[in-house]
T-cell receptor, first 112, second 114 residues
Framework: DQQVKQNSPSLSVQEGRISILNCDYT??????FLWYKKYPAEGPTFLIS?????DKNEDGRFTVFLNKSAKHLSLHIVPSQPGDSAVYFC???????????FGTGTRLKVLA | ETGVTQTPRHLVMGMTNKKSLKCEQH?????MYWYKQSAKKPLELMFV???????ENNSVPSRFSPECPNSSHLFLHLHTLQPEDSALYLC?????????????FGSGTQLSVL
């Protein structure tokens, strides 16, 4: 049972435009959500996170939106840069635990 | 550099070998994790340790044996693995603060089982 889903395995965006990566979850007991970026043969690096009590968090070019009623979160990258090309994972944490569940990832390619 | 160091970076082993993966964190964190990443699959949580005590075992086969001697070190002992166990094994850690709940990952060990 995949509790965190990233339904788009890949996305291509022109440099300077907006990249929107989506993530859906099924468990209403998740209370914290995170986005990670991963290059091949490296560990994931943290990008941005959001608590379930908020609906938006912004950090520079990165904004995460959370829609709890739809159990959906998205990551917006504006403007997209070629260096943003990587695999992006969303993750969710179970309330009251240290347990984090990850999605399958979306490969973003930013075209110069 | 995330403050989480994994060794070795690459490992090739036969199905009858015994090997160990090592993870060390220099962040003063209390929780440590093992994740497995296979091709086209999500990062799969394997084990969670909090203050050296195992709090999660995600139905991992017994051929994977974790060890957490202290909050800074985590090992994954491997024996009689199968070729389908070939994957990137990632270690992560997090602190106790409720205001900073992000995981910090190491670079991983790329394991090939022949």
């Amino acid at each position: 049972d995949q509790q965190v889903k990233q339904n788009s395995p890949s996305l291509s965006v022109q440099e300077g435009r907006i990249s929107i990566l989506n993530c859906d979850y099924t468990n209403s007991m998740f209370d914290y959500f995170l986005w990670y970026k991963k290059y091949p043969a490296e560990g994931p690096t943290f990008l941005i996170s959001i608590s379930s009590i908020k609906d938006k968090n912004e950090d520079g070019r990165f904004t995460v939106f959370l829609n709890k009623s739809a159990k959906h979160l998205s990551l917006h990258i504006v403007p997209s840069q070629p260096g943003d090309s990587a695999v992006y994972f969303c993750a969710a944490k179970h309330s009251g635990t240290y347990k984090y569940i990850f999605g399958t990832g979306t490969r973003l390619k930013v075209l110069a | 550099e995330t403050g989480v160091t994994q060794t070795p970076r690459h490992l090739v082993m036969g199905m009858t070998n015994k090997k160990s993966l090592k993870c060390e964190q220099h962040l003063g964190h209390n929780a440590m994790y093992w994740y497995k990443q296979s091709a086209k699959k999500p990062l799969e949580l394997m084990f969670v340790y909090n203050f050296k005590e195992q709090t999660e075992n995600n139905s991992v086969p017994s051929r994977f044996s974790p060890e957490c001697p202290n909050s800074s070190h985590l090992f994954l002992h491997l024996h009689t693995l199968q070729p389908e166990d070939s994957a990137l094994y990632l270690c992560a850690s997090r602190g106790e603060s409720a205001t900073n709940e992000k995981l910090f990952f190491g670079s991983g060990t790329q394991l090939s089982v022949l």
